[in-house]
């Protein structure tokens, strides 16, 4: 009867799983364009790396969506469709996973914020990790029902700074034991200034100024264009670029109207080449590549409650000198003079961080290196080490409390 109720994987853990647990993870993933789907890839490929073995994939898809994954992604779940969250449920526990790791965004998942995935939380018979990218402070009552269900369900809370894991326990009542605070990942690379990157993007002696990501209006791109006359007439080498399209769903929604008006704005402003929009998907090679051509690497969302940006934690490894708007996470990893923050929507404040920047070199060395050295703490590597950590605990802490409550099984 007891093997009945409880699945032997959970009672007996393998050796492996002792030292590796094996993950299902359910998320978006490639080939679908999102910056969780890209995410979950390079923690799933980081943690197989480390372990040496095959991470499972449960991919999350809109309705309608007909994509061809690759042999790992073991099952779909409709985003709005309740019955394949139960489906994807059986679908784990049938599976040979020691722990489920869901990488959690609102917008991700289906019924009212994201309500539907209590279904698969609860039908799962794996100990779950919710890794949070957002977290929302002074949520509204639908806000704050979901997530805290969704967090008391789970075995363990995964966010991405400290100031999330404050959120959580200050508005939302989540105990602060069950929240572990992993940072964004990023690749190891060397911090290397020169101009080979920048021929390969036709910028040879320019001094390089960018942003990159999926484009939507919430980037803030506006100000930066309305600053740049102020930066190229005392520093006529810039040229500022945006790598990366628009984003899927603002495309299909309204098509180009943004990034056309970008464009016709930085007309107005007689640009000319010193604003360039390049309309293509990064994968995270050429993403690194643009930004060892960049010198200077602006983000000025509009969000004051982002609580993650890859593209910012990018920049950061990659040792550039960092300018952001004050959003939570920017706050937070450019702290202790990793780069510099400015208000929101205010292009005199943007201007005059740039300039303080391209005329003052040492400032700007001081800024890349204190930036290239925290990022050592975030490469791929350490970050799976850590999610093997809590993957390891959380089986540790579910055998000792089966065995406790059934002394039996000791033998």
Same mark, same amino acid.
């Given at each position: 009867?007891?093997?009945?109720?409880?699945?032997?994987?959970?009672?007996?853990?393998?050796?492996?799983?002792?030292?590796?647990?094996?993950?299902?993870?359910?998320?978006?993933?490639?080939?679908?364009?999102?910056?969780?789907?890209?995410?979950?890839?390079?923690?799933?490929?980081?943690?197989?790396?480390?372990?040496?073995?095959?991470?499972?994939?449960?991919?999350?898809?809109?309705?309608?969506?007909?994509?061809?994954?690759?042999?790992?992604?073991?099952?779909?779940?409709?985003?709005?469709?309740?019955?394949?969250?139960?489906?994807?449920?059986?679908?784990?526990?049938?599976?040979?996973?020691?722990?489920?790791?869901?990488?959690?965004?609102?917008?991700?998942?289906?019924?009212?914020?994201?309500?539907?995935?209590?279904?698969?939380?609860?039908?799962?018979?794996?100990?779950?990790?919710?890794?949070?990218?957002?977290?929302?402070?002074?949520?509204?009552?639908?806000?704050?029902?979901?997530?805290?269900?969704?967090?008391?369900?789970?075995?363990?809370?995964?966010?991405?700074?400290?100031?999330?894991?404050?959120?959580?326990?200050?508005?939302?009542?989540?105990?602060?034991?069950?929240?572990?605070?992993?940072?964004?990942?990023?690749?190891?690379?060397?911090?290397?200034?020169?101009?080979?990157?920048?021929?390969?993007?036709?910028?040879?002696?320019?001094?390089?100024?960018?942003?990159?990501?999926?484009?939507?209006?919430?980037?803030?791109?506006?100000?930066?264009?309305?600053?740049?006359?102020?930066?190229?007439?005392?520093?006529?080498?810039?040229?500022?670029?945006?790598?990366?399209?628009?984003?899927?769903?603002?495309?299909?929604?309204?098509?180009?109207?943004? +990034? #056309?008006?970008?464009?016709?704005? &930085? /007309?107005? $402003?007689? %640009?000319? =080449?010193?604003?360039? !929009?390049?309309? *293509?998907?990064?994968?995270?090679?050429?993403?690194?590549?643009?930004?060892?051509?960049?010198?200077?690497?602006?983000?000025?969302?509009?969000?004051?409650?982002?609580?993650?940006?890859?593209?910012?934690?990018?920049?950061?490894?990659?040792?550039?000198?960092?300018?952001?708007?004050?959003?939570?996470?920017?706050?937070?990893?450019?702290?202790?003079?990793?780069?510099?923050?400015?208000?929101? +929507? #205010?292009?005199?404040?943007?201007? &005059? /961080?740039? $300039?303080? %920047?391209? =005329?003052?070199?040492? !400032?700007?060395? *001081?800024?890349?290196?204190?930036?290239?050295?925290?990022?050592?703490?975030?490469?791929?590597?350490?970050?799976?080490?850590?999610?093997?950590?809590?993957?390891?605990?959380?089986?540790?802490?579910?055998?000792?409390?089966?065995?406790?409550?059934?002394?039996?099984?000791?033998?």
């Amino acid at each position: 009867m007891l093997q009945e109720l409880l699945p032997p994987i959970v009672i007996r853990p393998s050796r492996r799983s002792a030292v590796h647990p094996k993950v299902l993870f359910v998320s978006s993933y490639p080939p679908r364009q999102c910056g969780i789907a890209t995410f979950t890839e390079d923690v799933r490929g980081a943690y197989d790396t480390l372990t040496g073995l095959t991470s499972d994939v449960i991919a999350m898809d809109e309705q309608g969506a007909a994509r061809l994954y690759p042999a790992f992604v073991v099952g779909t779940i409709r985003r709005d469709e309740a019955a394949s969250y139960v489906a994807a449920a059986r679908l784990v526990n049938a599976s040979d996973a020691d722990v489920v790791n869901v990488q959690h965004e609102y917008g991700l998942f289906g019924g009212e914020r994201g309500a539907y995935l209590l279904e698969f939380i609860r039908a799962v018979h794996r100990p779950v990790m919710l890794t949070l990218h957002t977290t929302v402070p002074n949520p509204d009552d639908a806000t704050l029902r979901v997530t805290r269900e969704l967090c008391r369900h789970a075995d363990v809370v995964i966010v991405l700074t400290s100031a999330s894991r404050a959120i959580l326990a200050r508005d939302y009542g989540v105990d602060p034991s069950t929240i572990r605070v992993i940072m964004h990942g990023v690749p190891d690379v060397s911090p290397y200034h020169g101009q080979f990157f920048k021929q390969l993007h036709g910028l040879e002696n320019r001094t390089v100024i960018s942003t990159f990501g999926l484009l939507s209006r919430g980037k803030g791109i506006e100000s930066l264009v309305e600053a740049l006359p102020l930066v190229i007439e005392r520093h006529p080498e810039v040229t500022y670029v945006l790598w990366g399209e628009t984003h899927p769903e603002v495309r299909r929604v309204e098509g180009e109207r943004y +990034r #056309d008006a970008l464009q016709a704005r &930085a /007309a107005e $402003l007689a %640009l000319g =080449d010193r604003f360039r !929009l390049v309309n *293509r998907y990064m994968p995270d090679e050429d993403v690194v590549g643009a930004l060892l051509a960049t010198d200077l690497y602006v983000s000025p969302s509009l969000d004051p409650h982002q609580a993650v940006s890859g593209t910012l934690s990018y920049a950061v490894a990659c040792g550039r000198a960092v300018i952001a708007t004050e959003y939570q996470y920017a706050k937070e990893l450019l702290a202790d003079g990793r780069g510099i923050t400015v208000p929101f +929507r #205010d292009p005199q404040s943007l201007a &005059a /961080a740039m $300039l303080s %920047l391209l =005329d003052d070199p040492v !400032l700007r060395a *001081r800024l890349e290196s204190a930036a290239y050295a925290f990022g050592r703490d975030m490469v791929w590597p350490k970050i799976a080490a850590a999610y093997r950590s809590v993957f390891v605990n959380a089986l540790t802490l579910q055998l000792g409390a089966l065995v406790e409550a059934h002394p039996t099984l000791r033998c």
